[in-house]
């Protein structure tokens, strides 16, 4: 069973837009740093989204900063990171990551994550 799963992935032209989901399983979901990274072919896992299970560390990268929303159901252990007005710069394959407790300062960094999905693939094409 996947610690974190993602979905909700596609191609989609610019301008348009998707919802990704993670489902957080396994353990606690109550007290969790999360994120969402996104990695293009030739290029650094690159943190976009970020935010503490409480709503109290929410944090995006100056890339998507206005158009993407991460936002969670509790009652769903989900989280989801909302992509509008997308470009072909956001193509890539998007990760859920999951570190216990609060959100340190290190939070923009891939290796301070615990818990990695396997990946969503998002294509925008233009």
């Known amino acids: 069973q996947d610690d974190l799963l993602e979905s909700g992935g596609g191609s989609v032209q610019a301008g348009g837009c998707l919802r990704l989901?993670?489902?957080?399983?396994?353990?606690?979901?109550?007290?969790?740093?999360m994120a969402w990274f996104r990695q293009a072919p030739g290029k650094e896992r690159e943190g976009v989204a970020f935010?503490?299970?409480?709503?109290?560390?929410?944090y995006y990268a100056d890339s998507v900063n206005g158009r993407f929303i991460i936002s969670q159901d509790k009652a769903k252990r989900t989280v989801y990171l909302h992509m509008s007005n997308l470009k072909p710069e956001d193509t890539g394959m998007y990760y859920c990551?999951?570190?216990?407790?609060?959100?340190?300062?290190?939070?923009?960094?891939?290796?301070?994550?615990?818990?990695w999905g396997r990946g969503t693939q998002v294509t925008v094409t233009s």
């Open positions: 989901s993670c489902v957080v399983s396994r353990y606690a979901y109550a007290d969790n740093c």
């Open positions: 990551a999951a570190r216990g407790g609060i959100c340190g300062s290190a939070l923009r960094t891939a290796d301070y994550y615990q818990y």
């Open positions: 935010d503490h299970v409480s709503g109290s560390a929410t």
